[in-house]
Structure formats: C-alpha cells, structure tokens
C-alpha cells in the first residue's frame, strides 16, 4: 500500500545518527543522503526517508500519528528500542513488551525520535 514513509528533521546529521542506530539495530544499512539532503533508509521492502522541511518552516512531529517498524521477533525490537534510546531517541508509553491487540497477541516497543517522531517496533506474536 505504501511506497515510503517521510518524516521532517531539523538537524540531520543528529537524525542520521539516530536513524542509522535504529535501522542498523535491525539489520539495515545506513541511510543515503541525496542531492537535496534528504536521507534514505531501504530495508525489508520498505523506505524511510527523514528531510527538513520544503516549506523552510520547523519540522513538528504528527499529533496522534506513529509511524510502525515490523520486526522478526521480541528481541530484534528490544535491540531497536535500545539504539533509539541510546542514540537521542526517548522512551514513551509502556515498557517493550506483549499487548493484548484485536488480532491477538503483539510485542510492542515506542520511542520517540529526536525530532518528536513517534515510532513503534511491532512483533505479532504467533496464535498459541
């Protein structure tokens, strides 16, 4: 359904450092920067991409809105949520662990990024 997901930064070389961190706790390479300074994760079939604004206005993060990261288990998303920490991110909501979702059971983990971002780790737990 999604071709990307972009978030706005008003420091990119910190974004770059905390993204890398995240992506890279994961599995992922660090992120490109392209001619217009925007960076570029590709990873797992999807692409993250983290620009300062166009309008030349401050970048905000979305109110109500969170951007989710699929992950291979628990583990892979205690190693993303602790490079975010570690790297500028802020730990948010509950601590990593299991939810009771509608569709049964999931691991989750939130973090914001040094901009504001919102973002989850999300682990379906297989039907017991």
Known sequence: ????????SNDIDRSKKFY???????????????AKGRLIYAYNGGVLMVSKPIDGEPATHANGGTIGF???GP???DAWHKAGVANGGTAIEDPPGVRQGGAGQIYLAYIRDP???????????PAA
């Open 1 to 8: 359904m999604f071709n990307h997901v972009m978030v706005g």
């Open 70 to 72: 699929k992950m291979t």
């Open 75 to 77: 583990e892979q998303a």
């Open 20 to 34: 890398d961190a995240v992506i890279g706790a994961v599995g992922g390479k660090p992120g490109v920067q392209d």
């Open 115 to 125: 901009d504001g971002n919102k973002l989850c780790a999300v682990h379906r737990m």
